[in-house]
């Protein structure tokens, strides 16, 4: 039972244009969430983060949304470079617990040239 | 090195065998955790430890596996008996303190035949 959902396996969008990884999460207690990129042969590596308490966050070119209400966050990255190509994963952090992150399945973006 | 190291990096077992895994985590980092990943998953946690202390092992899917940091710095994942289900890439992750971000090491990926 994936608490944690990224629908999407895979996203080509090409060089400079608007990257929008979706996420969506099932458990009202998540407080914060995370994201992480992953290339291969790599550990994940903390990109942004936003709490609960907040709608959005913005990092450079990489910015993190939340609506609460919908269950929903969605990272943007603007404009998209080569670089980005990765798997990139949605993570959330229960509230009170004991440190414990709950990871979606990742989503691999490609950014075309 | 400035970052959480893991060794080795890829590890084949026959299948009935036993291994131990181990994870040094960045210098004065409090805690640590181990997450498991099946190919085409997200991480998926194992257990935590703050210091010494395992707080949380609820994650570890069998009493076949093991984990340990007993002088709160280096952590070993010891696996018993080891089945082909078990094969994944096993990712150490340490922080500075409860809440704070976590730092991934590359992985060991391990292989049961």
């Known amino acids: 039972d994936q608490q944690v959902k990224q629908n999407s396996p895979s996203l080509s969008v090409q060089e400079g244009r608007i990257s929008i990884l979706n996420c969506d999460y099932t458990?009202?207690?998540?407080?914060?969430f995370l994201w992480y990129k992953k290339y291969p042969a790599e550990g994940p590596t903390f990109l942004i983060s936003?709490?609960?308490?907040?709608d959005k966050n913005e990092d450079g070119r990489f910015t993190v949304f939340l609506n609460k209400s919908a269950k929903h966050l969605s990272l943007h990255i603007v404009p998209s470079q080569p670089g980005d190509s990765a798997v990139y994963f949605c993570a959330a952090r229960p509230l009170n617990r004991d440190d414990k992150i709950i990871f979606g399945k990742g989503t691999r973006l490609h950014i075309l040239p | 090195g400035a970052g959480v190291s893991q060794s080795p990096r890829y590890k084949v077992a026959k299948r009935g065998q036993d291994v131990a895994l181990r994870c040094d985590p960045i210098s004065g980092h409090v805690s640590l955790f181990w997450y498991q990943q099946a190919l085409g998953q997200g991480p998926e946690f194992l257990t935590y430890?703050?210091?010494?202390?395992?707080?949380?092992k609820s994650g570890l899917p069998s009493d076949r596996f093991f984990a340990e940091r007993p002088e709160g710095s280096v952590s070993t994942l010891k696996i018993q008996r080891t089945q082909q289900e078990d094969s994944a890439v096993y990712l150490c992750?340490?922080?500075?303190?409860?809440?704070?971000?976590?730092?991934f090491g590359p992985g060991t990926r391990l292989t049961v035949l």
């Open positions: 458990n009202s207690m998540f407080d914060y």
């Open positions: 430890f703050q210091n010494e202390a395992q707080l949380d």
């Open positions: 936003i709490s609960s308490i907040k």
């Open positions: 992750a340490s922080s500075t303190d409860w809440g704070t971000t976590q730092f």
